[in-house]
């Protein structure tokens, strides 16, 4: 751990040299957090124990790592579907590195070098890295197009790969202080910077995310020609001129994000996981350069997202055509899409414009996301998944395309592999720092060490969160030492049940939050939504926070058509779903009244332990024979969104009618 902290020391202390700016505020490392939460570390150690090992095996048994063998060969035939199959095995060796760094693991170590042995072995002499290619240049895989870069901005994903390579070693070189997977990338980014520029290739990147892997090389190895690079592909969007009333989302660009400039941007749009991975590489530039205009462009873009975009459980991506944001107030639930990607993607984006504006907004989302519409793309094995995440499964009409049950893998398994990345680093979403300003922003139990003022800082959490609302933070500074601590006041606290008015609470909350310093209450400030404490700290100074934990009805704006007439149930950061197998073997079938009231029970035995919903409710039941319609009384459970589909096949809802107006017939 001491070599760890050393060596994040030389790079922030590289990157202080190299940048005059960044992001006002700034993570502290999930290095420098220890982790006794239950909740999250019962699900990161499973991500370490079988997520992990069960990706690797995949990527072996699949030809994912065949692929490499033979381009540093030259020979064979790529053994894959996808050009970007590559990119699992750097996400999974970008996970692996993450756990290595916290938890030393001798024979998965030496398990990733070999892998990175064979990964620089397919490395051409100039850089290049893609196995699509490499095996057989002559007759490359079908999307790479017949020469370097020439089916980029379509489907080649070269640049995609490149940034998933880039994000890996980055994770490696931090985790062990070994070069061997860093120098890989520096080759090859060289080469990115010899190929592309203003007086060499144009390309807007096809799939984004090759800014965000260039901007990490820039952090470690301070080379500006990485920064400048990444904001070239940048700008590189939107330059081709369309008529958009004639060609369709593929055609005009918008699919891409790729239909006009990105500072004339103003619209979340197209493929959802894209859209993520550029305004997260926006957010960098900007912190980076001081760019003004890619900030205005990213808070219109968010607003839209936040305002009319997003579905109750954080999930983004409506439209299973194209894994796209549809248009406003396009979010269905029968057909919704949700990939897992795009809900990491969200994660990185809203952290980022976190640590640009220091407004709680952007935690909020990122919490409801990390709670509900993202860990529910992994299956409490850790060994299956979704790749999208449903709304509401019916026995009642034809869903061909829903997912209806995980799987262990797909052809396309950008999204097991996304997971694995994501899931060791969540300890550096908790806190964040700027001079005197300490930001408590996630609510998971442990320690974490900061250096505030040149001291030593350690604010040790304990709670049970996120099933209860009693938070108690202990404040051990080295020596006295004046500081703001920021601690967030969640929205769905102060009765905001998303920082827009897409979605509300039909009932506030009467609840008031009292905070209290070594057992008295204290007044404090409310600013961005922080409560601000500002005084001399002292050793073992006690903060205590009750959050209110009501189960709270949740209503979408009337602009939502699918939603119209419906409640959806929330408590605490959880929303939550019925699922088949605690309600009789359906469902949809049931309605939640507006006198409706639930009680809350914690079941440890029941998918690892959740905090349960019941109510006595009504539903409506049709017997087929008799050909006869009737409600009946019924006691009702919901489960935590994140926790269905891990009980086998059958039916779930998230929004539930109020009263029934009309009975529609289907024909099948």
């Known amino acids: 751990m001491k070599s760890i902290c050393l060596l994040l020391i030389i790079c922030c202390s590289i990157s202080a040299q190299a940048q005059k700016q960044d992001y006002p505020i700034q993570p502290v490392p999930f290095t420098s957090v220890k982790l006794t939460d239950q909740f999250w570390n019962s699900k990161i150690e499973t991500n370490r124990t079988a997520t992990i090992p069960a990706s690797f095996a995949r990527c072996e048994s699949t030809g994912r790592v065949k692929n490499f063998g033979m381009a540093a060969e030259h020979k064979g035939k790529f053994c894959t579907t996808y050009?970007?199959?590559?990119?699992?095995?750097?996400?999974?060796?970008?996970?692996?590195?993450?756990?290595?760094?916290?938890?030393?693991?001798?024979?998965?170590?030496?398990?990733?070098?070999?892998?990175?042995?064979?990964?620089?072995?397919?490395?051409?002499?100039?850089?290049?890295?893609?196995?699509?290619?490499?095996?057989?240049?002559?007759?490359?895989?079908?999307?790479?197009?017949?020469?370097?870069?020439?089916?980029?901005?379509?489907?080649?994903?070269?640049?995609?790969?490149?940034?998933?390579?880039?994000?890996?070693?980055?994770?490696?070189?931090?985790?062990?202080?070994?070069?061997?997977?860093?120098?890989?990338?520096?080759?090859?980014?060289?080469?990115?910077?010899?190929?592309?520029?203003?007086?060499?290739?144009?390309?807007?990147?096809?799939?984004?995310?090759?800014?965000?892997?260039?901007?990490?090389?820039?952090?470690?190895?301070?080379?500006?020609?990485?920064?400048?690079?990444?904001?070239?592909?940048?700008?590189?969007?939107?330059?081709?001129?369309?008529?958009?009333?004639?060609?369709?989302?593929?055609?005009?660009?918008?699919?891409y994000q790729d239909d006009k400039p990105v500072i004339d941007q103003d619209e979340a749009e197209g493929h959802a996981v894209r859209a993520m991975y550029l305004y997260s590489g926006m957010a960098d530039v900007a912190a980076l350069t001081g760019d003004s205009a890619y900030i205005k462009a990213i808070d219109k873009i968010w607003n839209n997202m936040v305002g009319k975009k997003m579905y109750v459980q954080g999930s983004i991506g409506a439209v299973g055509d194209g894994e796209r944001f549809g248009g406003n107030y396009e979010?269905?639930?029968?057909?919704?899409?949700?990939?897992?990607?795009?809900?990491?993607?969200?994660?990185?984006?809203?952290?980022?414009?976190?640590?640009?504006?220091?407004?709680?907004?952007?935690?909020?989302?990122?919490?409801?996301?990390?709670?509900?519409?993202?860990?529910?793309?992994?299956?409490?094995?850790?060994?299956?998944?979704?790749?999208?995440?449903?709304?509401q499964v019916s026995n009642s009409f034809s869903q061909p395309d829903l997912e209806r049950e995980r799987s262990g893998w797909f052809t396309c398994s950008c999204c097991p592999t996304n997971v694995v990345r994501l899931l060791p680093s969540i300890p550096g979403y908790i806190y964040a720092q700027n001079g005197n300003d300490v930001y408590v922003n996630l609510f998971i139990s442990g320690t974490g060490n900061l250096i505030v003022n040149s001291k030593t800082l350690k604010i040790t959490q304990q709670n049970n969160y996120p099933w209860e609302g009693a938070l108690a933070f202990t404040i051990d500074p080295a020596s006295a030492m004046e500081m703001n601590l920021k601690i967030r006041i969640p929205g769905w606290a102060q009765n905001q049940a998303i920082p827009s008015d897409l979605y509300s609470y039909e009932k506030p909350s009467t609840q008031k939050i009292e905070i209290k310093v070594n057992g008295k209450p204290v007044d404090y400030q409310m600013k961005n939504g922080y409560a601000v404490i500002s005084k001399k700290w002292k050793k073992n100074d006690k903060v205590e926070l009750t959050l209110p934990m009501d189960v709270q009805r949740v209503i979408a704006n009337e602009s939502v058509k699918d939603d119209n007439g419906k409640v959806s149930l929330q408590r605490g950061p959880i929303m939550y779903c019925?699922?088949?197998?605690?309600?009789?073997?359906?469902?949809?079938?049931?309605?939640?009244?507006?006198?409706?009231?639930?009680?809350?029970?914690?079941?440890?035995?029941?998918?690892?332990?959740?905090?349960?919903?019941?109510?006595?409710?009504?539903?409506?039941?049709?017997?087929?024979?008799?050909?006869?319609?009737?409600?009946?009384?019924?006691?009702?459970?919901?489960?935590?969104?994140?926790?269905?589909?891990?009980?086998?096949?059958?039916e779930m809802t998230v929004w539930f009618r109020e009263q029934v107006k009309d009975v529609e017939l289907l024909t099948h």
């Open 331 to 391: 979010l269905p639930n029968a057909t919704a899409y949700n990939e897992t990607c795009a809900a990491i993607g969200s994660v990185f984006w809203n952290q980022r414009m976190f640590l640009l504006h220091g407004d709680s907004k952007y935690i909020d989302v990122m919490e409801k996301t990390l709670y509900n519409g993202l860990i529910s793309g992994v299956g409490l094995d850790g060994k299956s998944f979704f790749y999208t995440n449903a709304m």
């Open 83 to 255: 050009p970007f199959d590559d990119t699992d095995i750097y996400k999974t060796i970008e996970g692996a590195s993450y756990s290595l760094a916290v938890h030393p693991d001798p024979k998965l170590a030496a398990y990733v070098d070999s892998l990175i042995t064979i990964i620089g072995n397919a490395q051409e002499p100039d850089g290049y890295l893609y196995t699509a290619r490499s095996i057989d240049p002559i007759h490359p895989q079908a999307w790479a197009g017949p020469e370097r870069w020439v089916n980029e901005q379509k489907s080649s994903h070269e640049l995609y790969n490149c940034g998933h390579m880039y994000e890996a070693a980055a994770a490696h070189f931090m985790a062990t202080g070994k070069r061997n997977f860093l120098n890989i990338a520096l080759k090859n980014a060289d080469l990115l910077v010899r190929t592309f520029g203003p007086d060499k290739k144009h390309v807007a990147p096809g799939h984004e995310i090759v800014e965000m892997g260039l901007v990490r090389l820039y952090r470690i190895s301070g080379k500006k020609d990485y920064l400048t690079l990444a904001k070239f592909f940048i700008d590189q969007r939107g330059i081709k001129s369309y008529d958009k009333k004639s060609l369709n989302v593929y055609e005009n660009g918008t699919y």
């Open 578 to 650: 019925a699922e088949w197998k605690d309600n009789e073997g359906k469902a949809c079938n049931i309605i939640v009244t507006k006198s409706t009231a639930f009680t809350n029970t914690y079941e440890p035995s029941l998918l690892n332990g959740v905090m349960v919903l019941k109510a006595q409710v009504k539903a409506v039941n049709v017997d087929e024979k008799a050909q006869t319609i009737t409600t009946e009384n019924k006691t009702m459970t919901a489960i935590p969104y994140y926790s269905w589909a891990n009980r086998g096949k059958g």
